[in-house]
């Protein structure tokens, strides 16, 4: 089990307001945390060196350019001494954003973005054509109802 940072109330603060807007600037965070701007930059240090904050990220709109289609495809493999075999193929398929190893069903679960319907197609032929993958099955998102951030209204002051 990996060790847990203890995060105190200006720890979760600074948080969320970072999980918000990670460009939102240090010493606006520092005036609403009541901290000088220096306890800022060495409490995020920290968080950052604990492997609280794993970075930070500029998040782009698919379909804005170009990727209508967001699926989901549920991955079974033949057997799990070929998952790291599978897993390297697969981080060669761009397409894929998110890969899981997963309970139930299925061993890995893929979410990805295509530009139609036959970029699909193409993406699901190479997956299948994997050595050690035995099926797949593919769930095509209509619309997404929501997306956030883990914590950001669940982290106490």
């Given at each position: ?78 057997n799990a001494k ?76």
């Open positions: 089990m990996a060790n847990k940072t203890i995060l105190d109330a200006i720890d979760r603060k600074i948080l969320k307001y970072l999980i918000k807007n990670a460009r939102t600037p240090f010493l606006e965070i520092a005036r609403e945390c009541g901290i000088s701007g220096a306890a800022i930059h060495q409490r995020i240090r920290k968080l950052d060196d604990a492997g609280v904050i794993r970075g930070s990220r500029l998040i782009v709109d698919p379909r804005m350019l170009g990727f209508d289609i967001c699926a989901y495809i549920g991955i079974r493999i033949e070929d998952l790291a075999a599978i897993l390297e193929s697969m981080k060669n398929i761009p397409e894929i954003v998110e890969c899981n190893y997963v309970t139930g069903s299925y061993s890995l679960f893929l979410k990805l973005y295509c530009i139609d319907n036959d970029h699909l197609m193409r993406v699901l032929s190479s997956l299948q054509g994997i050595p050690g993958i035995s099926s797949t099955e593919t769930l095509i998102s209509l619309h997404e109802a929501f997306q956030r951030q883990i914590f950001v209204d669940c982290l106490k002051d």
